[in-house]
Structure formats: C-alpha cells, structure tokens
C-alpha cells in the first residue's frame, strides 16, 4: 500500500474517531515510512497518531517527519506535550528543530526543559549552519583511559541507553581531550585485563567544530567511518558526526548543485510545499538575466543579414548547430563541476584538461559534421554542405571549452562553479555559435 492510500485510509479512521484502528494500520510501519504518511496528513490528525506511539518511538517518528510538520505539531501541542516529545529526541535532531522555531516557541519550550537538556541544546544550537558543530550530536561513549577491556565493556552496557552508536567508542583523558579510539569488537574480542590503552587507535580522524560540513562528509566517506569525532579548539572531544547525518549533507549538496545547474538560485525545499510566489522569486532571477545575454545571439544574427538574405537555407541549419554547441558545453561543465566538487581535479589541471577537451571535441566534431553535411547536400548543395560542416566542427570545440573552462574560472574566482550551469552555458554558446555559423558562411560563400 502505498503511502497516499495509507494516509487517507488513516485519515478516515481518525475522522470516525477510531485512533486503535489508525494505529493497528501503522503499527508495523518503519519510523520513515510512517513519518512520511504523516508529513500528508493535517496535523491535529498526525498528532492523534502520534501520541498513541509509545515516547521513544514517538519522538523517533517525528524525528523524521518534515520540518513544516514538525513546526505545525509544535505549535499544536501542550507545553508538556512539546517538552516531553522534544526531551525523548536525539541531540542533533532536537538542536536542528529549536534552530528552525521562532523565538515565542524557543521561550515556551526551553525553560521547562531538564538543566543537562537545555544546556547541551544550547551549546549545540549555537553554532553557525553548514559547520560541523551544527551537524554533530553529543551523544556518544567515551572511556576513561585507565580501563581494562571488561571494564570499558561494562562502562558502554551503562552508556548504551544514551548513545548514538556503540560501535566506536573514544577515549579521553581527564580534561576530555580526544586521545584515541577503540571499536566494540576490539573490546569483545579482547582478554578482558586488556588496557584499552593498548587498544586503542592513536592517530585519530577527526575535524574541529568549524570544520565545513561538506568536508566532515567528505571525511567520513573516504575513510569509511561510522562516525566521526569533532573537537574544540583545545583539541577536547565535544561531538560527533555520524554516517547518516553525513549522508544527509551530501543529499543536501547534491540538491544544492542540481538547482544551481537548473538555473534556480537557492534551495526551495520541499517542492510539494513551496508557493506560487517562492517558485517565482527562485526561478526568475536567472531567467531574466539569461533573456538579456540572448540579445547577444539576435544582434549575431542581425550583424550578417545580408548574407542570410542571400542564403536561406541557412536559416535551417541554425537551431542544430547552435543548439550542438550548447549541449557539447553542458556535458563538459556538467563533467567538471562535479570532477572539482568531489576533488578529482583541481585548479592546476586546467592546461592538461584543456588539451584532452579540444582533441575530445574536435573528434565529436567531426563525427557530427559527417552526419550534418549529408543534410547540407540535400538543402543547399557542397557550398551549404561546406559551411555547416565546418561550423559544426569550430561550434562543438568552442562550446566543449566554455563548459569545460567556465567552473574553473567561478572556482578561481571563489565562486560556486555550479553556477556554471546549463542555462548559462547554453546562452554563452549560442551566442557564440551564431557568431561562429555565420562568419564562415560569409567567408565561404563570398569566396564562392
């Protein structure tokens, strides 16, 4: 059943005031999957299933759900209601929902939460977005480093309950600073007099708390990390960024790029959610501005049209050649974006991938110039047949080199190179194509 049909099925259960029916419905639902049905019910409905869930579950649950919905359910509930939901959450989730509520349900909620919860949500909602402080919890083991493996084992059955993962554990000393780190099955494996000392892996990974969040990530997923301990200044453990939260950035940035790519200027979030009038303001910017950048293909076209006049059949052959040249530049911008994103090249290699790029598209050139000329023949006979074909040639290298050249230089420039993107590209090449196109037509057929 799918997750529409579940909601509205849940829908009509609650509407007939029949919660144990809606909750027998759900009961074998996964945390996701059941939030997912909820971000597409009304609130007051969400929350009647909700509250029947027992509290871990119910907190994991709406952990999940959307941020609209987790805002609307926050201002619908009781204040003991929202302090109990919010206090079951983990760190990291519940720090992420007091950053997105206003400052009227920051202050309802923050006084009547436990001392040792207000202060960790404080110290965690404090720090800047898109930093590693902002995405790490600060519920994870750590062990002393006196411990033998038995009594580290024991110290993780007591830490458990709190915990984010077991699975990696890190070992401090007095002032909690970070001084290495042991896996569980070390420990298991381990005959329990063990020092953990002995254990323990001492040239530790980790990043600071300032540390870009797509770095933190990046980290993780090149050295295959569960998680990943974050540190202060003074080098003492305060957090740690688990997998999963890190594939959530790297989500986020794919989306990010893949706006950016589409000409959308900003993240608009969920796009089921979003109004008329955000879609509007996020979309227009880049539209408006590449309408004025086409002028420059019309002032092309303008500039040769006596020869246009004199050959019309080149009227027909535009579209193709300009629209090849665009497309040649998006596959190259698209290739090296996402080459300087993941760090597989870097501003140094311009010359060398400069070189390949002009050899690639000159051979694709070529092949669509083969292809194109037969049509040439057929429309305007070998002078037609001559210009397309070697305009095609010089468009397709020209385009390739402004897609593959434009990243670096928004890269050089301490710009996004996704704002490289297709809409952009494909106006710098037409413009360039028509210009290209008709200058060796002039030449050709004058010659001629």
Not at 203 to 221: F, G, H, M, R
Not at 327 to 350: I, P, Y
Request: charged residues 15%; aromatic residues 6%; proline residues 4%.
């Amino acid at each position: 059943m799918n997750v529409f049909t579940l909601a509205q099925n849940l829908r009509v259960a609650l509407q007939q005031n029949d919660p144990g029916n809606a909750l027998a419905a759900v009961h074998s639902l996964r945390p996701a999957d059941l939030a997912e049905t909820l971000d597409l019910l009304e609130t007051h409905l969400a929350w009647q299933v909700l509250k029947q869930l027992p509290g871990k579950r119910r907190a994991e649950v709406f952990g999940y759900c959307a941020t609209p919905q987790q805002l609307a359910l926050s201002h619908h509930l009781q204040r003991t209601e929202l302090v109990e939901l919010v206090a079951a959450m983990s760190a990291d989730e519940r720090a992420d929902l007091f950053n997105q509520m206003d400052s009227e349900l920051r202050a309802t909620l923050l006084p009547a939460l436990a001392q040792a919860e207000r202060e960790d949500l404080c110290k965690l909602a404090e720090y800047p977005e898109g930093c590693a402080g902002a995405l790490m919890t600060s519920a994870y083991a750590t062990l002393a480093v006196g411990l033998n493996a038995a009594q580290a084992i024991d110290s993780l059955r007591h830490a458990a309950p709190d915990a984010e993962t077991l699975y990696q554990s890190y070992v401090v000393d007095e002032q909690r600073r970070l001084l290495g780190t042991v896996s569980l099955r070390q420990l298991i494996l381990a005959p329990a007099d063990t020092p953990i000392s002995q254990l323990m892996v001492r040239e530790v990974i980790s990043a600071q708390v300032d540390t870009p969040q797509e770095q933190v990530a990046k980290l993780i997923e090149r050295y295959d990390l569960l998680a990943l301990p974050i540190t202060n200044g003074g080098a003492q453990l305060v957090g740690i960024v688990t997998y999963d939260d890190a594939m959530d950035v790297v989500t986020a940035e794919a989306t990010v790029d893949f706006h950016k790519g589409a000409g959308v200027s900003t993240l608009i979030g969920n796009l089921k959610d979003a109004s008329i009038s955000l879609l509007y303001r996020k979309r227009v910017f880049w539209l408006v501005l590449l309408v004025f950048g086409n002028l420059f293909s019309g002032a092309g076209i303008a500039a040769f049209e006596d020869v246009i006049a004199a050959n019309i059949a080149l009227v027909f052959f535009l579209p193709l050649l300009v629209d090849s040249g665009g497309n040649a530049g998006s596959q190259s911008a698209t290739l090296m974006v996402r080459a300087l994103a993941t760090g597989e090249v870097v501003l140094r290699d311009w010359l060398g991938l400069l070189r390949r790029e002009c050899l690639v598209a000159l051979a694709l050139g070529i092949t669509m110039a083969v292809a194109v000329s037969l049509l040439g023949l057929l429309r305007g006979g070998p002078e037609i047949a001559l210009v397309v074909a070697s305009s095609m040639v010089v468009i397709v290298i020209v385009g390739s080199l402004i897609g593959m050249s434009l990243p670096f230089v928004l890269h050089r420039l301490g710009l996004d190179p996704a704002t490289a993107s297709a809409p952009l590209i494909t106006s710098i090449a037409d413009a360039s194509g028509v210009l290209v196109y008709f200058a060796i037509a002039s030449q050709v057929l004058s010659l001629n």
